[in-house]
């Protein structure tokens, strides 16, 4: 079993930023690759970025690509998803996952382990 706990939302104007964090428990943090999903209103949830266990790659949705970095301290048994230039239509829960498959994988069905999410609002 792997413990995913996330933080670091909020409530941000357009154009602002924010960085989120995911502290992993249980497992070894470091044999999992990680996955950043979100889930608006009245939508399906998406994926937004991942990173491979070493953090040394790293894939991202078109729709922010250029404005998110995800990256992972695996000493701290971390990730993080630093938001820049924030936009009203990323508003939404945005939830860290654990997966052992190795290759880019972007399903939720794919994914082994989540965290509860944590509120990102994006004012105009």
């Known amino acids: 079993q792997v413990q995913l706990v996330e933080s670091g939302g909020g409530l941000v104007q357009a154009g602002g930023s924010l960085r989120l964090s995911c502290a992993a428990s249980?497992?070894?943090?470091?044999?999992?690759?990680m996955g950043w999903f979100r889930q608006a209103p009245g939508k399906e949830r998406e994926f937004v970025a991942r990173i491979t266990r070493s953090g040394g790659s790293t894939y991202y949705a078109d729709s922010v690509k250029g404005r998110f970095t995800i990256s992972r301290d695996n000493a701290k048994n971390t990730m993080y998803l630093q938001m820049n230039n924030l936009k009203p239509e990323d508003t939404a829960v945005y939830s860290c996952a654990a997966t052992r498959i190795i290759r880019v994988v972007t399903t939720t069905r794919q994914y082994d382990y989540w965290g509860q999410g944590t509120q990102v609002t994006v004012s105009s």
């Open positions: 249980g497992r070894t943090f470091s044999n999992y690759a």
